[in-house]
């Protein structure tokens, strides 16, 4: 057994080695380069487009129900705890690179929503279905690369997306509210079941009223915290310029260790947060009604914007800050990103840990549900419609094991099994960058427009069927 543990452990590390960093950046750099620096229309346009509604356009939900599903996934403890192990590890300096990652992120999320949009399928039931499987499939005539992508995200929801999210809720809950883990596993369980059994409706409805609240809750924390610290706002600012690129040291023990150490934790933080180029977040976004591709792309590269460089970047502006204010705070001896956090929202009186708290079950219970129809839209691929229900009990039983279940070994390999979805996505993203362009100079102009392909019905094996199609409705 230790054997295998070992094998696992040093797969983890070669699949998210520095040649995974370099993809992922890489693909991120040069899809900016490519669609002319989307990011600045993600901010003029892209997020006064998230909270219009298109009713007349093809989708289940709303945009803003798809971003927000979307954001249900990717907001997690990542931006929590992934932050505070990048500054333990990586120094200050891995806040400005986790950032930058975010930033130029912006224009893979962009990339890849745009391509799950053009290439999604409707089910005869009127359901939306896509991602970067239907993208290789009907893009690329590659259906056992999406097959391949497809069988890694089914797998992966089990363990990022239910176990280890779950596992965290019933940690905090029995630290800070000496509840037992197996009740917090049954009421999990069930709240779960109400939500997914209901569909990407019922999951939407919920992530609409949920992460609106936790984030405004996780950001009026950190701006407390950071009016706490104002003192140190520049200093801090100034000290994770500089330490991104030298070695050094400030105030509070916190050391650079050099460029390499702040990029190395600072990008995989960075990636781990957003999700950009691992092809999950498109899923949601392929639901959304929306008239074209280009029109829901931006809605759902704004994601990218909220939960790096916002939210990552708070995070990291109050753990320096806390820091650099409080000496005492030995970084040698905080082994998890988890205890720096915990230690920088200790300041807020009385409430700051029940801040951390709140927040900290709520990015994981969101989590869990949009990995659920990550999950469900990948066996779907894979197996039909009827391996759903069989699929839903299998993540309802996860979700109630996993608190009294050990899960280092189940985290390395969702680990590797989200990298592994990055590869095939990022495979459809830039052989696709053509298309993506295209449409780009096609419709960014005119976001009102219709597309002008109809969305192809499918039966439930995914075969294409052929039916009468209303052009009235076209331009």
Known sequence: MKGVVDFIN?????????????????????????????????????????????????????????????????????????????????????????????????????????????????????????????????????????????????????????????????????????????????????????????????????????????????????????????????????????????????????VGTGIRAAIQYGVARGLFSNESGMGSAPIAAAAAQSRNPVRQALIASTGTFWDTVVVCLMTGLVLVTSIMKNPGIDVSLVDNGGKLTSLAFGQIPYVGPILLTIGIITFAFSTVLGWAYYGERCVEYIGGKKVLIVYRIIYIAVAVIAPVSALNLVWTIADILNALMSIPNLIAVLLLSGIIVSDTRKYIDNLDAWDEEPVPVVDDHGNEINVPVDTTLMK
């Open 10 to 254: 040093n797969l983890d590390g070669f699949v998210w080695g520095w040649w995974m960093i370099i993809l992922l950046l890489g693909t991120h750099i040069f899809m900016t380069i490519r669609t002319g620096f989307i990011q600045r229309k993600t901010i003029s346009k892209g997020i006064k487009l998230s909270v219009s509604k298109d009713p007349d356009a093809e989708g289940e939900v709303s945009s803003f129900g798809a971003l927000t599903t979307a954001l249900a996934a990717t907001i997690g403890t990542g931006n929590i705890i992934g932050v505070g192990t990048a500054v333990a590890l990586g120094g200050p300096g891995a806040v400005l690179w986790c950032w930058l990652t975010g930033v130029f992120g912006i224009a893979t999320k962009y990339a890849e929503s745009l391509i799950a949009v053009k290439y999604r399928v409707k089910t005869r039931d009127g359901r939306m279905q896509g991602g970067a499987m239907y993208a290789l499939e009907r893009g690329l005539n590659m259906k056992w690369l999406g097959f391949l992508f497809a069988l890694f995200g089914g797998i992966a929801s089990f363990g990022i997306g239910c176990a280890t999210q779950v596992n965290a809720i019933a940690t905090v809950a029995q630290e800070n509210f000496h509840c037992p883990p197996w009740v917090v596993g049954v009421v999990i369980g069930i709240l779960v079941a109400v939500v997914i059994f209901g569909g990407i409706k019922s999951i939407a409805s919920v992530c609409e009223r949920l992460v609106p609240f936790m984030a405004i809750f996780y950001v009026i924390g950190c701006i407390v915290i950071l009016c706490i610290n104002y003192d140190f706002i520049i200093p801090a600012i100034g000290a994770i310029c500089r330490l991104a690129f030298t070695k050094g040291a400030v105030a509070g023990g916190l």
